[in-house]
């Protein structure tokens, strides 16, 4: 079924609205995948957030014209799968995924920060961890000296005598001190 003209306009008016939010655009060939494939790939990347779309290459071209992702527009042709996402790495990583799992999905192209991505580029940019992972890391790097730092010091104190079992009579003793008078 074909749209008229007001429909591919809404279209156009839609994934440019998508694009025009989006860091990422991944661009994979979903020649020979079943109903039941698509529908698995579109649920993980709803769980992602990524906007996946089938798309005519000249509705798709027109929408991101004047975008980032312009420079993939000489990409754009056979039956292809178009996956935004707002994340840097999600649209990469649901298709690399999928990809990996299924041989018929296959990876054409993608765009991050208005530099086009060949094959391998989108297998790069998936392989980077998400961005809770790296703040994670970033976070366990910040804190292990600070406790490395902490069980030497315990480590010392346990030498010297314990001074632990000091440090926690002292608030009992300032407790103590304030107490008023009767």
Same mark, same amino acid.
Request: aromatic share 4%.
């Given at each position: 079924?074909? *749209?008229?003209?007001?429909?591919?306009?809404?279209?156009?008016?839609?994934?440019?609205?998508?694009?025009g939010?989006?860091?990422? *655009?991944?661009?994979?060939?979903? %020649?020979? *995948?079943?109903?039941?494939?698509l529908d698995?790939?579109?649920?993980?990347a709803? @769980?992602q957030?990524?906007?996946?779309?089938? *798309?005519?290459?000249?509705?798709a %071209?027109?929408?991101?014209?004047?975008?980032?992702?312009?420079?993939?527009?000489?990409?754009?042709?056979?039956p292809?799968?178009?996956? $935004?996402s707002?994340?840097?790495?999600?649209?990469?990583?649901v298709?690399?995924? $999928?990809?990996?799992?299924?041989?018929?999905?296959?990876?054409? @192209?993608?765009?991050?920060?208005?530099? @086009?991505l +060949?094959v +391998?580029?989108?297998?790069?940019?998936a392989?980077?961890?998400? %961005?809770?992972?790296?703040?994670?890391?970033?976070?366990?790097?910040?804190?292990?000296?600070?406790?490395?730092?902490?069980?030497?010091?315990?480590?010392?104190?346990d030498q010297?005598g314990?001074?632990?079992?000091v440090?926690?009579?002292?608030?009992?003793?300032?407790?103590?001190s304030?107490?008023?008078?009767?």
């Amino acid at each position: 079924m074909s *749209l008229n003209r007001n429909e591919k306009e809404a279209v156009i008016a839609e994934v440019a609205a998508q694009a025009g939010k989006s860091q990422t *655009l991944a661009l994979a060939e979903y %020649r020979g *995948l079943t109903v039941t494939q698509l529908d698995l790939l579109r649920k993980a990347a709803r @769980a992602q957030g990524v906007y996946l779309h089938v *798309l005519k290459n000249t509705l798709a %071209r027109r929408a991101v014209a004047g975008t980032p992702f312009e420079v993939v527009a000489e990409s754009m042709s056979g039956p292809l799968i178009y996956g $935004f996402s707002v994340d840097a790495v999600a649209a990469a990583k649901v298709i690399a995924d $999928f990809a990996k799992g299924n041989d018929k999905l296959v990876i054409k @192209a993608g765009a991050y920060a208005g530099k @086009a991505l +060949d094959v +391998d580029g989108v297998k790069a940019l998936a392989s980077i961890p998400s %961005r809770e992972v790296l703040l994670a890391q970033i976070c366990g790097l910040l804190q292990s000296p600070m406790s490395g730092l902490a069980r030497v010091l315990v480590a010392v104190a346990d030498q010297k005598g314990g001074s632990a079992p000091v440090a926690e009579e002292a608030p009992a003793a300032e407790v103590a001190s304030e107490a008023p008078a009767a």
